[in-house]
């Protein structure tokens, strides 16, 4: 774990927010599903911590009595840590074929093979 509560604003992180899908939305989105007799799926990303890229240098030590030469260093707790993940999947998603709605910035659309596929990201869940 991170010291995030230590961390300041302008130095150490600039971004902090994280999307999250409206509730209108997920509401939307389940009607439709149901109307047109679809089968919904849910994902919970694993560790979406380890999957950001800072911009910002972090230096951090492990705590005492946790330290260890094989596990890695988890950024849980850093301030920006959701924001880099957000960006992260955003980019991935539009890599593949996805588009951001205009409504809401957490549902993806993609369409390209008939039937369309729709992502709400809710933080770490999809």
């Given at each position: 774990?991170?010291?995030?509560?230590a961390?300041?604003?302008?130095?150490?992180?600039?971004?902090?927010?994280?999307?999250?899908?409206?509730?209108?939305t997920?509401?939307?989105?389940?009607?439709?599903?149901?109307?047109?007799?679809?089968?919904p799926?849910?994902?919970?990303?694993?560790?979406?911590?380890?999957?950001?890229?800072?911009?910002?240098?972090?230096?951090?030590?492990?705590?005492?009595?946790?330290?260890?030469?094989?596990?890695?260093?988890?950024?849980?707790?850093?301030?920006?840590?959701?924001?880099?993940?957000?960006?992260?999947?955003?980019?991935?998603?539009?890599?593949?074929?996805?588009?951001?709605?205009?409504?809401?910035?957490?549902?993806?659309?993609?369409?390209d093979?008939?039937?369309?596929?729709?992502?709400?990201?809710?933080?770490?869940?999809?």
């Amino acid at each position: 774990w991170t010291k995030g509560y230590a961390q300041t604003h302008g130095v150490d992180y600039e971004q902090i927010f994280v999307l999250v899908a409206k509730m209108t939305t997920v509401q939307t989105v389940i009607a439709l599903a149901m109307v047109k007799e679809w089968h919904p799926r849910q994902m919970d990303v694993k560790k979406p911590f380890l999957q950001g890229e800072l911009e910002e240098a972090v230096y951090m030590v492990q705590p005492l009595g946790f330290e260890s030469n094989i596990h890695p260093k988890v950024l849980y707790g850093l301030k920006q840590a959701w924001h880099v993940w957000h960006l992260k999947i955003t980019q991935y998603l539009h890599q593949i074929g996805f588009k951001t709605s205009e409504s809401d910035n957490s549902l993806y659309v993609r369409s390209d093979s008939g039937s369309p596929i729709i992502i709400i990201l809710y933080v770490d869940d999809l």
